[in-house]
């Protein structure tokens, strides 16, 4: 019962919205032709659907789909009711990440700007507090810069995901079908608001890697143009960036005077980088290639030591890594809880609010799946009730 929803009924002439579909499809993990042989359904019918070719199907087929897919009927028959602004998502490993994978992530990311809008209407977040980088910084001055602008000195970061939210940027863990999409930023705007969503995903859940993840999207919100084509850009090109922002992170979580300072004793000693991951929070792979790029170990240093991590067996699963934790995200999860417990909405309201005014209309357990809430956080607890009192006694 948990995902019944009471909305208000449909008003005016509705057009079936085909990318709804293909959005509603590709989300469930179902080819065109599974959902086709689900829904009893020709394979044609569905790509006409889809491509807007066909946009007025019998409501019957309607609520069949809507039966197969998982979503209101609803969520076929609108359109967002806000402008996203185009920009572009930045994902590491894109160019080894199927193109399916990351339009699913791509259409999430779309529906959680849109819901980040309407909670920005009631709310006020913290604001994006980046300092100007101009163009043609290399990587490791926009570390500097941004450490500096931030007053983090050289000493490790020891919470980066707070640190990244207390400066007005969201991060979200996120649930995705396949193991290749470590990572992606996005801009934001809402009206007045401008602001970065960052994610990492849950299949990668140990800290040094969080904390990789996570610089490296700040350094391409730093470095890099946010309303890029990266369809059309040029693979070398794509490579460069990548390489930037990866640049960034290290020199970011490393700075390069405490981190020479630290490494240098037993710089080419295995061990000693399993004790400096305890207070860097940054993979033991990661920290010997900064080694070796201060020049503080040489090639030959560098070749050994990630030779040596290879017949250990460290190389995919480090020491330290079931060990060692971060902050998980909390402004999204706290800006439900403020509506919530202020009783600015309840769940129910909040879902209403969200379809007939923003033009989603989901369940409420795909909602606290976009919004990495704990299950059961948008379900109606209590039903109203009218109150009766206790008449007066006259003694």
């Known amino acids: 019962m948990g995902n019944i929803i009471q909305f208000n009924p449909i008003e005016g002439e509705k057009r079936f919205n085909g990318e709804r579909l293909k959005i509603a499809r590709i989300w469930r993990q179902l080819s065109a032709i599974q959902l086709a042989d689900e829904a009893m359904l020709n394979r044609q019918t569905i790509s006409m659907y889809e491509n807007g070719k066909l946009d007025n199907p019998e409501f019957t087929t309607v609520q069949k789909l809507s039966e197969v897919l998982r979503f209101p009927v609803k969520f076929f028959l609108e359109d967002n009711k806000v402008n996203l602004n185009g920009s572009t998502t930045y994902f590491r490993s894109l160019l080894t990440t199927n193109k399916k994978y990351r339009v699913e992530q791509e259409d999430k990311i779309g529906f959680i700007s ?128 990548e390489m930037q922002a990866h640049a960034f992170a290290s020199a970011f979580l490393l700075p390069e005077e405490e981190f020479i300072e630290d490494v240098r004793a037993y710089a080419t ?80 309201e909040f879902l209403e609010e969200l379809s007939t005014q923003y033009g989603l209309t989901l369940y409420p357990d795909d909602v606290e799946a976009l919004l990495g809430l704990k299950k059961g956080t948008l379900v109606e607890k209590n039903s109203p009730q009218v109150t009766i009192s206790i008449k007066p006694r006259n003694n």
């Open 269 to 348: 000693n295995l061990s000693y980088y399993v004790e400096l991951k305890k207070r860097w929070k940054v993979s033991i792979a990661a920290m010997i290639r900064r080694a070796k790029d201060l020049e503080i170990i040489t090639s030959d240093d560098y070749s050994r030591l990630m030779r040596n991590m290879q017949k250990q067996g460290i190389r995919k699963v480090e020491p330290l890594d079931t060990e060692l934790t971060t902050a998980e995200p909390s402004v999204i999860k706290q800006a439900i809880n403020i509506l919530m417990d202020k009783k600015v909405f309840t769940p129910n």
């Open 114 to 241: 849109v819901i980040f809008q309407m909670m920005n209407e009631y709310l006020s977040f913290h604001k994006l507090n980046l300092p100007f980088i101009p163009e043609g910084t290399s990587p490791q001055k926009a570390a500097i810069i941004l450490r500096e602008f931030w007053g983090l000195g050289n000493k490790p970061i020891d919470n980066i995901i707070y640190l990244v939210e207390a400066n007005g940027m969201i991060v979200m863990e996120f649930e995705t079908s396949t193991g290749d999409v470590d990572a992606f930023s996005h801009k934001i705007m809402a009206e007045d608001t401008e602001t970065y969503l960052i994610g990492y995903s849950k299949n990668k859940r140990t800290a040094a890697r969080i904390h990789f993840d996570v610089a490296h999207e700040l350094g391409h919100i730093l470095l890099h143009n946010w309303f890029e084509d990266l369809e059309s850009i040029d693979k070398e090109d794509f490579k460069e960036m």
